[in-house]
């Protein structure tokens, strides 16, 4: 019998998901929160407002640095404490941001938050997959990219409200608040681990591991093109009135979060190309709504994002199954620093591909059709994927 049945049951599975889907939840609030939450910060710093791309892009630049260095050591740490001391430090480190007046120690503090929450979501996923049965790891991936969507329902309107209404310390303590309320649940709920003091071997830096660590950032890449100009797009071509913009991007993640659990039960029912395939229809299909000039941004915003959810839960489901259980903490660092690294590609492209002061209905075309391009070629991906881990020797912890 494999230790995973022997250890655990399946009613000890979903706690620990939820617990990191809350730590992520948690992690992800605290990098998305700082961009809408600058605007009210910028008078204090006596900076302008669009020194947000600065705070955002240290915080991007420490993820990737730690995600890459977590790539080489982080299988000699003790998994479960490394996320319980990540969550101190970010929740010190937040803290901290409202103490100062300075820009530059608020850009060194958001740098050594990228450095700690760069590690977060990979230590916490691998602990959770670890001691999941292979048939169930989609499901349990799909609670944990849950929290993404969790993020837009509840967390940016509740840090929105802090700041209009407490200021902005409020809203930044609150985040701070959570991290340490993460604290009593990693300790309690997640499993420990031994760390062996055997040699471990790593995973090799070649085409194969790059290849399957960077399918999710690359079915990312789609959507963040997109994401920079969705409230203009709305707004000047399908008809959204700007009081309707909090109930339009409500409705949106409310449909990427249903989306990711649906994708996640059919995970264990149909096959990941069937569900890349018709995730990325659905995708093209969102697409094509501004593009025809359709005024239909409700249905725009919730199939756009309902799609890309689901295109990132099939993604998941099968980079999940390329590196050894050992090495899934490594495996996971890297991934996550590709994806910093593939979202700021995005960003920076989707400001070439629109280089005028308004946006065109010529670049905005454009822009349209380079992203359904690049998610046309998902499913291939996909069918490559599984053909490489077909040929590999199995795993029954696989």
């Known amino acids: 019998m494999p230790p995973i049945a022997q250890t655990f049951n399946h009613k000890s599975l979903m706690p620990m998901a939820i617990v990191i889907a809350f730590v992520q939840f948690t992690n992800a609030l605290e990098y998305m929160a700082l961009t809408p939450v600058f605007a009210f910060m910028a008078e204090r710093f006596s900076v302008p407002v669009a020194f947000s791309g600065y705070v955002s892009g240290m915080y991007t630049s420490g993820a990737v640095i730690s995600g890459i260095v977590a790539f080489y050591c982080i299988d000699r740490f003790n998994k479960k404490q490394f996320l319980l001391w990540n969550m101190v430090l970010l929740g010190a480190l937040t803290f901290f941001s409202t103490l100062t007046t300075h820009f530059g120690v608020l850009l060194v503090l958001r740098f050594c938050a990228g450095l700690v929450g760069g590690t977060t979501m990979g230590v916490g996923t691998s602990i959770v997959i670890n001691n ?68 471990k071997v790593n995973l090799s830096v070649n085409t194969q591991t790059l290849l399957f660590a960077s399918c999710t950032a690359l079915v990312q890449f789609s959507p963040m093109l997109i994401i920079p100009v969705l409230t ?15 109930l339009l991007f409500l409705s949106g993640g409310i449909a990427g979060y249903f989306s990711t659990r649906i994708t996640g039960i059919l995970t264990t029912r149909l096959s990941a190309l069937m569900l890349a395939t018709v995730s990325t229809l659905l995708f093209i299909a969102s697409l094509l709504i501004p593009a025809m000039g359709y005024h239909s941004a409700f249905l725009f915003i919730t199939l756009f994002l309902a799609a890309s959810y689901s295109r990132l839960v ?85």
């Open 314 to 398: 099939s993604a998941s489901s099968v980079a999940v199954h390329y590196p050894e259980n050992e090495q899934r903490a490594s495996f996971s660092s890297l991934q996550t620093a590709i994806m910093y690294l593939i979202t700021t590609l995005a960003f920076f492209l989707s400001s070439l591909l629109l280089p005028d002061r308004g946006i065109t209905t010529q670049n905005l075309n454009r822009l349209l059709v380079v992203s359904a391009l690049a998610a046309s070629a998902f499913p291939v991906m996909v069918l490559i994927l599984q053909k490489k881990l077909a040929k590999r020797t199995p795993d029954p912890l696989h």
């Open 132 to 199: 999941v049965p292979a048939n169930l790891r989609g499901k349990i991936l799909a609670t944990v990219i849950a929290s993404f969507s969790m993020v837009s329902i509840v967390g940016m309107p509740a840090v929105l409200f802090l700041c209009t209404h407490y200021g902005w310390p409020a809203a930044l303590w609150s985040i701070s608040s959570l991290c340490i309320l993460s604290l009593p649940l990693i300790v309690l709920i997640l499993p420990g681990e031994k760390v062996s003091p055997g040699v």
């Open 232 to 246: 203009p797009l709305m707004m000047q071509y399908m008809g959204a009135q700007q009081n309707l913009l909090p």
